[in-house]
């Protein structure tokens, strides 16, 4: 088991931001591919942004220039900064890691076999 604790889920005016975290336990976060996953109410859990073991990032294209996606190794954190937050973006955020499904995949769900218990976003137009 690859414990993940999110935190940071809140409701946010449109045009606000919100921080989420991820405490990882017992490993370091630079050995896995991590990433950041969000489901909404009747739709699929869609890749939102993610790390390779090595740092490379990507971004699914409705948040680019919006997110960013960071990693605190020496904590051993995974942080997502959501900056001018839209109703769309109302959906719970889950954090995940795993062996990953290839660097041009990083945002590909059957790369990664642990899952955080997710977080609410919520926001408000």
């Known amino acids: 088991q690859v414990p993940l604790v999110e935190s940071g889920g809140d409701s946010v005016q449109s045009g606000g931001s919100l921080r989420l975290a991820c405490t990882v336990s017992?490993?370091?976060?630079?050995?896995?591919?991590m990433a950041w996953f969000r489901e909404a109410p009747g739709k699929d859990r869609g890749g939102v942004a993610g790390?390779?073991?090595?740092?490379?990032?990507n971004y699914a294209a409705s948040v680019k220039g919006r997110f960013t996606i960071s990693r605190d190794i020496a904590k051993n954190i995974l942080s997502l900064q959501m900056n001018s937050l839209k109703p769309e973006d109302t959906a719970m955020y889950y954090c995940?890691?795993?062996?990953?499904?290839?660097?041009?995949?990083?945002?590909?769900?059957?790369?990664?076999?642990?899952w955080g218990q997710g977080t609410q976003v919520t926001v408000i137009s």
């Open positions: 995940a890691a795993g062996p990953g499904a290839g660097a041009g995949l990083i945002l590909n769900s059957q790369g990664y076999n642990y």
């Open positions: 017992g490993y370091s976060v630079s050995n896995y591919f």
């Open positions: 790390f390779t073991s090595h740092g490379t990032r």
